[in-house]
């Protein structure tokens, strides 16, 4: 199994920045690859963010690009999504969540953590 713990929500000011980092362990080594995902109230669940576990393939949702970035780092085995330029729209839950394919859906998920982004 794999466990993720999220971390580094809070709230902030629109234009503001905030870090978000994910911290995995377990069977690391089936994993292929991990997600950042958000939900708003309302809305359904999306896909914010991938990125390949060696890091050297990431995507990102239109409604993020180039603002958000997000990283790995295999050796402490954290995935970060560092958010610039906060929008009101931005206030969501996000997830970090990790697959063991390409192909296959996120199967490992993490509680959750609260970005506000207020005016």
């Known amino acids: 199994q794999v466990q993720l713990v999220e971390s580094g929500g809070g709230l902030v000011q629109a234009g503001d920045s905030l870090r978000l980092s994910c911290a995995v362990s377990?069977?690391?080594?089936?994993?292929?690859?991990m997600g950042w995902f958000r939900q708003a109230p309302g809305k359904e669940r999306e896909i914010v963010a991938a990125?390949?576990?060696?890091?050297?393939?990431?995507n990102y949702a239109d409604s993020v690009k180039g603002r958000f970035t997000i990283s790995i780092d295999n050796a402490k085995n954290t995935v970060d999504l560092q958010m610039n330029s906060l929008k009101l729209e931005d206030t969501a839950v996000y997830y970090c969540a990790a697959k063991a394919s390409r192909t296959g859906n996120y199967m490992f998920w993490g509680q959750g953590t609260q970005v506000t982004v207020s005016s």
């Open positions: 377990g069977r690391t080594s089936i994993l292929y690859g």
């Open positions: 990125v390949n576990w060696s890091g050297m393939s990431t």
